[in-house]
């Protein structure tokens, strides 16, 4: 009877260039034989074994194409196919491990991020015993990653000098309609918006009464 594969630390923390040098040298095809078993064309492993990871080292445990699916920002995880880049679901903001808050979780998976946390990365966590990770600051001197934008927190007032946090969504997204409004841009504008909107005009914003009143 063959013996079923078994899951050791070396297969779990093998890197990827080992494999694909052993592509190289044995030469099978676009499916290329790994010494775990089956072809591995994806990465991803074989007969259901997946390589184990860490979001602080998620760049050589997972494959570009790939992201860190694990319960928090220390515990280990599973590599796992990133979602598609493109808006998927409502926006609701969720704390990824670097800090940024996304879209949602699974934009930010899709950058290839552990998000672990619904909620803005500058709030509480929305449940589960798990904190939010600390919020990426961020200033002129001191930006965002690309594809991120530096907002600071809302207060009562448009004052200068306030401490700014990363954020980042997906360019086809959309506030969901009906939410509170309450929140007003700095330029003078007086449309009443919601927090959602407020956000995502990528514009200084402060908080007043509910229906701006």
């Known amino acids: 009877m063959k013996q079923a594969p ?6 779990s923390h093998t890197k990827r260039w080992g494999r694909v040098v052993l592509c190289l040298v044995i030469g099978v095809g676009a499916g290329c034989t790994s010494i775990f078993g089956g072809p591995e064309p994806s990465g991803l492993g074989s007969n259901g074994i997946t390589n184990s990871c860490y979001w602080s080292s998620v760049h050589t445990d997972c494959l570009d194409t790939e992201y860190c699916d694990a319960p928090d920002c220390k515990s280990a995880g599973r590599c796992a196919k990133r979602p598609s880049p493109f808006m998927t679901g409502e926006l609701i903001w969720a704390c990824g491990c670097d800090g940024i808050t996304y879209g949602n979780a699974n934009f930010g998976k899709a950058q290839g991020v552990t998000v672990p946390t619904t909620g803005q990365c500058t709030g509480p966590s929305s449940g589960g015993g798990v904190t939010p990770a600390d919020p990426r600051g961020c200033a002129s001197n001191n930006p965002c990653p690309a594809g991120a934008v530096c907002l600071p927190l809302a207060s009562s ?7 700014g946090y990363c954020w980042a969504w997906p360019n086809d997204a959309t506030c969901t309609p ?3 409004t ?3 841009l700095c330029n003078g504008n007086t449309k009443c918006m919601t927090e959602c909107e407020a956000i995502t005009s990528m514009q200084r914003y402060k908080m007043t009464t509910i229906g701006c009143r």
């Not at 078994?6 to 297969?11: G, Q």
């Not at 007032?157 to 401490?163: D, E, K």
């Open 178 to 180: 009906g939410a509170q």
């Open 157 to 163: 007032s448009c004052g200068t000098g306030a401490q």
């Open 182 to 184: 309450g929140y007003l």
């Open 6 to 11: 078994v899951a050791s630390p070396l297969a």
